[in-house]
């Protein structure tokens, strides 16, 4: 059964003639998804700091939950948005979300997206921004071997992708991964793609509309940096929680990735919300369950920083 409150969401949708994203220019689309936060997000919780920072033309924007005399662990956050919208505002609530549950800081990226900058664009930015912080930490006040990556959807593909390039770079790995129903297979062939992908929010025509944006080339679609599930191999990477949602067409593609976390000796652990939408995480403020899975990331976070 879904959801009542995010069957509701999808009604009200429905009733107010909301267009789907395939249907809009990119430009609308980022439009539309950014003025809508209001009316899905719940209140930004207070921090004792957000500062934006910049790399470059890369843009960055860090939250400190607390005052602290020590060097805070740091959760390096990857945006939604099918690689396409979605920006450091989008994500500004659940950013602080994650800061106040973990009691650590976040770093958020705003990472170039398409049909503008096309993959891998995405990917290099998102690694650069992870081998900055990590230079900085210092400077930043963060600590450099309590570290996390995570994202949500496109954020947790990309954050899934990081921790493989640092891997095979022999470059240092977070020490956490928080994917939440991450992109794990740019073919879209897992069986939810057909059982949920339409009636739900993201849609089969969507999830193609983000892919062509992303990526030109569909020989692309088999790069482990586009499609992680698809490396050679899943070794030595981070522990991972994997969150995904039963209604959404990227639930098996999660549940694939995790399985193959764990194939390979990876300590991962897998939630799937069984009753809900893919984004429901950023949606508090119309679907409960939202503060459940925030609180259940937090928790996972601070735990893996020892906390």
């Not at 939950?65 to 396409?84: D, E, F, I, N, R």
């Not at 650590?104 to 705003?110: C, K, L, N, P, R």
């Not at 057909?194 to 089969?204: C, F, K, R, V």
């Amino acid at each position: 059964m879904l959801d009542p409150q995010a069957r509701a969401l999808i009604d009200l949708m429905i009733e107010k003639g909301v267009p789907p994203t395939h249907t809009l220019t990119p430009e609308q689309a980022r439009a539309f998804y950014r003025d809508r936060r209001g009316f899905t997000q719940p209140e930004p919780p207070a921090m004792a700091e957000v500062r934006d920072l910049s790399v470059g033309a890369l843009r960055l924007r860090l939250y400190r939950p607390h005052a602290s005399g020590q060097p805070l662990p740091v959760l390096l956050y990857l945006h939604g948005g099918g690689w396409t919208i979605g920006d450091l505002d989008t994500h500004d609530v659940l950013c602080r979300q994650l800061a106040r549950d973990a009691g650590g800081a976040v770093v958020a990226v705003d990472y170039r997206m398409g049909p503008e900058h096309r993959f891998p664009a995405a990917v290099d930015d998102c690694v650069e921004a992870f081998r900055w912080v990590l230079a900085r930490a210092p400077d930043l006040h963060l600590h450099p071997r309590r570290t996390a990556v995570g994202g949500d959807s496109a954020g947790g593909n990309l954050a899934a992708a990081l921790c493989l390039v640092q891997r095979d770079a022999g470059q240092p790995l977070p020490g956490f991964q928080l994917l939440i129903y991450p992109a794990t297979d740019m073919r879209a062939v897992a069986p939810s793609h057909t059982t949920n992908g339409q009636g739900y929010m993201l849609t089969n025509d969507s999830i193609a509309w983000y892919r062509g944006n992303y990526i030109a080339d569909a020989a692309q679609w088999t790069d482990w940096r586009a499609s992680p599930l698809l490396a050679a191999s899943h070794a030595g990477l981070p522990p991972a929680l994997v969150l995904t949602a039963g209604f959404d067409p990227l639930r098996d593609e999660g549940l694939q990735y995790a399985n193959a976390l764990s194939a390979a000796g990876v300590p991962t652990q897998y939630v799937c919300f069984e009753r809900q939408i893919h984004g429901f995480i950023t949606m508090g403020r119309v679907i409960e369950e939202a503060h459940t899975a925030v609180a259940l990331c937090g928790a996972a976070l601070r735990r893996a920083w020892g906390g």
